[in-house]
């Protein structure tokens, strides 16, 4: 974790979340949808969520899991699988695609905050951020950070196979029908595992969570794929 200001880096790690809850889950919403009508099923454009427009894709209680614990989700995309030229398969890759936008987003803040450092005055500011020293640039590079971090976070939880994430639908194009027929019978069961999942998470220390262990460690790898853009192009002097 970067020095600086505790109460900065309190309102930047907020504020990251709030701007991935408005700016990014569109993305990742219209992005099933968009998975979606390319494989032959246009129910989300005809439903209007194919739209950057935070407000069509809101979810009360996933909007507010976002903003206290980093992750969340939004309104379900609705989509008729029978219309797929390929039905598990779309389904699977039309859930896929929420998470991979997550990916990008993530990346894209990466590699703005490795062009930041290519800089005399990116460098100096991010040398800011260990000696409790705030200007904008290094608040910018602390956002960028957060964004990177939220953002992988989304990722993974939305990939855990349980319903209703992304994660299950996945799963669902590996299992027979029967599988589908079962989780049907026991959505009641499934629901209560998932929401003491959402418990635990919040109580188990992040040092033994996997998520986060998982989070902190494609962190390191997003950070090293663009890392050698400034080290490559930096500020010499």
Known sequence: MLGGNLDIQTVLKYFSRIATLLLVLPIHESAHGLMAKWLGDDTAQRQGRISLNPFVHLDPLGSMLMIIGGFGWAKPVEVNPMRFRNYRAGYALTALAGPVSNLLASFAAALALAIM????SGQE???RLFANQFNTMSCVML???FLVIVNIGLALFNLIPVPPLDGFNILR????EKFDRWVYQHQREINMVFFALLILMNVIPSEYSPLSRASYYLYEVMMKAVMWIPDTFGYKG
């Open 143 to 145: 956002l960028l950070q």
């Open 173 to 176: 194009a590996f299992t027979p």
């Open 125 to 127: 500011a991010y040398l």
């Open 117 to 120: 450092l290519c800089f005399k």
